[in-house]
């Protein structure tokens, strides 16, 4: 092994060196004549092959290197054993993506917040992952925010040709969208908003308000306290003194706080005001003991829940007692809310929808500000010991079972800001843990005292802060029929059936066909393969009646349906998650459920249904349209069940008992379209409830980009009479409908974007 000259050892130095660089695969394959010559490859790239523009693997690009290094070919130096030697060294770049890369990085390095990405993203810190690089190459794509100041997933949805053109949503910010005035976040829209319409809040015509008000409950708020920081504490106690509406009570219990200046301060407050009461807890008991001590000293109608550190803006207590004046049989009371952080700056705001029972098992929509009739917290005990972290959740769901919904008003206004502190989940969820199994244990316990069969987990292993409800399907499974509508060609039946049967093992299952086809024997044909190939159950075959109406045709068929709940499919969907059929039809047999929507995805990758939004101006598209489909959406609407205003028609479930009450679909009044929208109406006024599942994913393979055409029948654009009947009969719907949306959001969009130029109600 020993060299002739100090050439060849110098020769055989630099191929050690580069060979953990070369990729001998990547260069035969690419290079088939020196594969042909049965040359080797790694000498041949060392002596000849850089100096032919080849490259030595895909990571390195041997032209972009001598571009940047001209000298080397006149010099006889090979560009790797160079790059290896002093260019990487030097901060040299292997190729010109990894430059691109690098100048990118350096254009969003002063917006990256790299604390924050690990603080949120622990995958990425247990992976030991670079924070930036990841955000810059893939994080971005998962819908992951570089900051508290950047929200992709809200930039992406307004810019949708991003994605598809694979570009970072920081970058366009950065190079672009600042200059075009584009907002980083909803939380950067919001601060826009509050600056616009807080100013035209005035106190004096609110004081002026109060005095029409025929109805003054003595409201008394519930406070338990433990070490917060005294200014904070401070904050919040004078946000109650400073209340327009002065009948209040202020019930304060200190869970034997071991700060000083936590107890000076109580006294203070307590002999400056006289509505304020104060007990002095002997031991620690944590939040539920604290707070029904604070329970023990209300004399009020009304319990209002305030965190020791966050603070009510002058006005909620007027707003809660003008609620109660408008509704003077209402029992709970929810307001929308917003965080604040240490330098008082509002953002995050949550602008709720009205009572939604499924999306309230997902997430505790009531939260803040919660008020409560107090015959009823002190008739279920108050707080549950050992539900600590959720013991709010706790309470309303116990609470909610001793009322009927109609008891139950929101608030479109934000009446709490939540304070955002170290150690506070309004700072981050990954503040504190326990909570969200707190959470589930009481739902759990919540889904037992009422009777329903469900499994309660949290939505994925990445995402642990919200809850999933998977209802069971009874002992004696009924019989479901699958109705798929066909019309078009044989073979696009034939592979939604397959793609059917490859995602369901619902076992009482009955398969129906509504189809066009020119003849019995091309069905026959088609049904022939499918026995063969994919041995489903027995097929009925239905005949489209083309001189009929859609509606018409449905009835017909369904008519004849033997199964107590069926599901309509049409062969443009093609199921794509496990289990969609039973996930559907478990939610369908609950009471009170109409239609049960999945989540629908164009080809592209984006939102195609979730749900559908009612606009005041007579139309309905999809809630979350076009967002990508690895979006939480807002307020991570897109990945929890809840109910919606409507749904579309391409694929739902309903119980055949109450599509029969509701008279079937409309053949009297609509000619063409528009049926599965007044279908779902026409069950809301039955007071059934209309619900989204992200558990069950299908794709659709025809996109109507317009969102605005119906979303049944698809070989026709919607019919305007139709369309018109629909906004007259189901005019408070339309005009004003916040059953997933609010009054500070824009009606007219499905983004849940802010209303610039007034919000529909103000603030």
């Given at each position: ?6 050439t060849e050892e110098e020769t055989h130095l630099e191929i050690q060196k580069i060979k953990p660089f070369f990729d001998e695969d990547y260069y035969l394959t690419t290079y088939l004549d020196v594969k042909n010559a049965n ?725």
């Amino acid at each position: 092994g020993q060299f002739t000259n100090s050439t060849e050892e110098e020769t055989h130095l630099e191929i050690q060196k580069i060979k953990p660089f070369f990729d001998e695969d990547y260069y035969l394959t690419t290079y088939l004549d020196v594969k042909n010559a049965n040359t080797d490859p790694l000498l041949h790239y060392y002596d000849i092959g850089w100096k032919e523009g080849r490259n030595p693997s895909p990571q390195f690009d041997t032209n972009y290197y001598l571009s940047r290094n001209p000298d080397l070919l006149q010099r006889n130096i090979n560009p790797l054993v160079h790059y290896i030697q002093v260019g990487k060294a030097e901060g040299q770049f292997a190729n010109s993506s990894e430059e691109e890369t690098h100048l990118e990085i350096q254009k969003i390095k002063p917006f990256f917040d790299e604390d924050y990405y690990l603080t949120n993203y622990l995958d990425i810190k247990n992976a030991n992952l670079d924070p930036l690089l990841h955000y810059l190459t893939q994080g971005w794509k998962e819908g992951r925010n570089p900051s508290p100041q950047f929200d992709t997933n809200y930039y992406l949805s307004h810019n949708p040709g991003l994605l598809q053109r694979n570009i970072n949503p920081l970058i366009h910010y950065i190079q672009t969208g600042k200059a075009e005035g584009q907002f980083t976040s909803f939380i950067d829209m919001y601060h826009n908003w509050v600056k616009e319409y807080n100013r035209q809040i005035d106190i004096d015509k609110v004081r002026e308000a109060q005095k029409q008000l025929k109805i003054r409950p003595l409201i008394s708020v519930v406070m338990p306290v433990f070490n917060p920081p005294p200014q904070w504490l401070k904050i919040a106690i004078e946000s109650v003194i400073n209340q327009t509406y002065e009948n209040w009570q202020l019930c304060i219990a200190d869970d034997n706080s071991s700060d000083v200046k936590v107890k000076e301060l109580l006294n203070y407050y307590c002999r400056l005001d006289s509505r304020i009461n104060v007990v002095f807890r002997n031991t620690n008991g944590h939040i539920s003991e604290a707070s029904n001590s604070a329970i023990e000293l209300v004399k009020g109608e009304f319990i209002a829940l305030l965190d020791h550190d966050d603070e009510l803006p002058a006005y909620a207590l007027y707003k809660v007692v003008e609620c109660i004046n408008q509704n003077p049989d209402v029992n709970l009371i929810y307001s929308d809310e917003d965080r604040i952080n240490q330098d008082n700056e509002r953002y995050d705001p949550y602008f709720k929808p009205d009572w939604n029972y499924h999306l309230f098992l997902s997430q505790n929509m009531i939260c803040h500000l919660g008020v409560y009739r107090t015959s009823i917290v002190k008739k279920i005990g108050g707080f549950t010991v050992g539900l600590e972290g959720s013991q709010d959740y706790d309470l309303a769901l116990r609470f909610i079972e001793q009322i009927n919904p109609s008891q139950i008003v929101h608030i479109p206004h934000i009446l709490y800001h939540w304070r955002a502190i170290k150690g506070s989940v309004a700072l981050s969820h990954n503040e504190k843990t326990y909570p969200y199994e707190a959470a589930r244990k009481s739902i759990r316990n919540h889904l037992s005292r009422t009777n329903k069969l469900a499994i309660v987990s949290s939505t994925s292993q990445e995402v642990n802060t919200f809850q999933r409800v998977q209802y069971k399907l009874p002992d004696n499974i009924p019989m479901a029929t699958l109705l798929i509508v066909s019309l078009g060609e044989p073979e696009q039946l034939y592979r939604s059936l397959e793609s059917v049967f490859a995602t369901t093992s619902y076992s009482n299952l009955e398969v129906a066909v509504l189809c066009d086809f020119k003849t019995i024997s091309e069905w026959g044909k088609v049904g022939v393969s499918i026995k063969n190939n994919l041995n489903p159950v027995n097929i009925l075959c239905f005949e489209y009646d083309r001189c009929s109406s859609y509606g018409v045709n449905l009835n017909s068929v369904i008519a004849n349906l033997k199964g107590q709940i069926f599901c309509l499919l049409h062969t443009k969907v093609l199921p794509t998650s496990k289990g969609w059929l039973t996930e559907m039809v478990a939610i369908g047999l609950q009471d009170t459920v109409g239609m049960v929507g999945p989540k629908l995805i164009y080809p592209n990758g984006t939102i195609a249904h979730a749900g559908l939004h009612l606009k005041e101006n007579g139309r309905y598209s999809s809630l979350h349209h076009h967002f990508d489909k690895l979006s939480m959406g807002y307020c991570s609407r897109l990945i929890l069940m809840h109910e919606v205003g409507a749904l579309g028609g391409n694929l739902f479930v309903i119980n055949k008992s109450a599509f029969n009450q509701v008279g079937g679909f409309d053949v009297t009044n609509l000619k063409e379209s528009c049926f599965d929208v007044d279908l779902a109406l026409k069950l809301r006024k039955k007071s059934y409830k209309n619900i989204y599942t992200p558990y069950a994913e299908a794709y659709i393979e025809t996109a109507s980009e317009s969102g605005t055409g119906d979303s049944f029948d698809i070989y026709k654009d919607i019919n305007e009479t139709d369309l018109n009947y629909l906004k007259a009969n189901y005019r408070d719907y339309f005009s004003f409908d916040d059953l997933s949306y609010n009054p500070n959001l824009d009606a007219n969009y499905e983004d849940f974007r802010l209303l610039a130029s007034p919000p529909r109600l103000m603030t």
